[in-house]
């Protein structure tokens, strides 16, 4: 089974800054396969990112991702107050879904 | 408009059983490979299983193999999973999620249903 690991665990920024978010894979991760979530408290998760840099629909374009093999970003250009949330990243592998441990963007 | 809306959770001692429904509308989930997400309280998320869009094929988590069980009713446009032997450790909100064929994301989510195993 694929382990994806998030870095940092908690990331604290301020409204208008960059924000970058890892996500390594112990493993060689289909880059198609890697997707992006947002969470926030009492919500269900909110895809963003599929195929490791296309936007799902109606997600903003300051959220990006790229990467290939092990090292994912998740990168948000200029933070608004309502991206201050919790990300997690997934891939699809060996007939099952993985996702990390999160990152938590704090104010 | 898509809608997920999940029941059936609540209170359960250990060893016990419960079915979690999943209701669709504005999507045919026979349409789709169907997801079952839980989230314990504090932590992260879960992957427990899917079931194809032609019911021949249902994957399960390790934590949750033989002791749940995942099925559809196309007629009502639902989704199921059927949990048996429950532990505490399976207590959490339990997401049912729409992977919508974009390299197996899942871009529908409902708001969950909190299971909590406890004596």
């Known amino acids: 089974e694929i382990v994806l690991t998030q870095s940092p665990g908690t990331l604290s920024l301020s409204p208008g800054e960059r924000a970058t978010l890892s996500c390594r894979a112990s493993?060689?991760?289909?880059?198609?396969?890697l997707a992006w979530y947002q969470q926030k408290p009492g919500q269900a998760p909110r895809l963003l990112i599929y195929?490791?840099?296309s936007r799902a629909t109606g997600i903003p374009d300051r959220f990006s991702g790229s990467g290939s093999g092990t090292d994912f970003t998740l990168t948000i250009s200029r933070l608004e107050p309502e991206d201050f949330a919790v990300y997690y990243c997934?891939?699809?592998?060996?007939?099952?879904?993985?996702f990390g441990q999160g990152t938590k963007l704090e104010i | 408009q898509v809608q997920l809306v999940e029941s059936g959770g609540g209170l359960v001692k250990p060893g016990g059983s419960l079915r979690l429904s999943c209701a669709a509308s504005?999507?045919?989930?026979?349409?789709?490979?169907m997801n079952w997400i839980r989230q314990a309280p504090g932590k992260g998320l879960e992957w427990v299983s899917h079931i194809s869009s032609s019911s021949s094929d249902t994957k399960y988590a390790d934590s949750v193999k033989g002791r749940f069980t995942i099925s559809r009713d196309n007629a009502k446009n639902s989704l199921y999973l059927q949990m048996n032997s429950l532990r505490a450790e399976d207590t959490a909100v339990y997401f049912c999620?729409?992977?919508?064929?974009?390299?197996?994301?899942?871009?529908?989510w409902g708001q969950g249903t909190l299971v909590t195993v406890s004596s």
């Open positions: 997934q891939q699809y592998g060996g007939s099952s879904y993985t």
């Open positions: 195929g490791a840099s």
């Open positions: 999620a729409r992977d919508g064929g974009s390299g197996w994301s899942l871009d529908y």
């Open positions: 504005g999507l045919t989930v026979s349409d789709y490979y």
């Open positions: 493993q060689s991760v289909i880059r198609s396969y």
